[in-house]
């Protein structure tokens, strides 16, 4: 039995002693990992590396499923697109005629 007074079992006051050494140390550990600037600043650096490869690899499932659907749709409907093409065509043609004229 541990009294107030300070006297009592020594072997209760070691535990007691240990366990306060216990949490003494897990305290101090936790201070130091806050104190720590170069390691928190690299686990935050490698949290955001994840998100933006995660984010990256979504992106390029979404452009993929894009390009696939854009390829059925010109694969459904040919002529719209080389009508499109033949606009583009004549676009750049307009455009180059222009310039040279200016120059």
Not at 9 to 34: C, M, W, Y
Not at 45 to 73: E, L
Request: cysteine-free; glycine content about 8%; aromatic content about 2%.
């Amino acid at each position: 039995m541990t009294r107030s007074n300070g006297f009592g079992n020594p072997e209760a006051l070691r535990a007691e002693i240990r366990q306060t050494r216990a949490e003494l140390g897990e305290t101090v550990q936790a201070l130091a990992a806050k104190a720590d600037v170069k390691a928190r600043i690299k686990g935050s650096a490698a949290q955001t590396r994840d998100r933006v490869k995660q984010r990256a690899g979504q992106t390029t499932a979404n452009v993929r499923s894009s390009v696939h659907d854009a390829g059925s749709v010109a694969l459904r409907h040919p002529v719209s697109w080389a009508v499109f093409a033949a606009g583009a065509l004549a676009l750049a043609v307009v455009v180059l005629v222009a310039r040279g004229r200016r120059g």
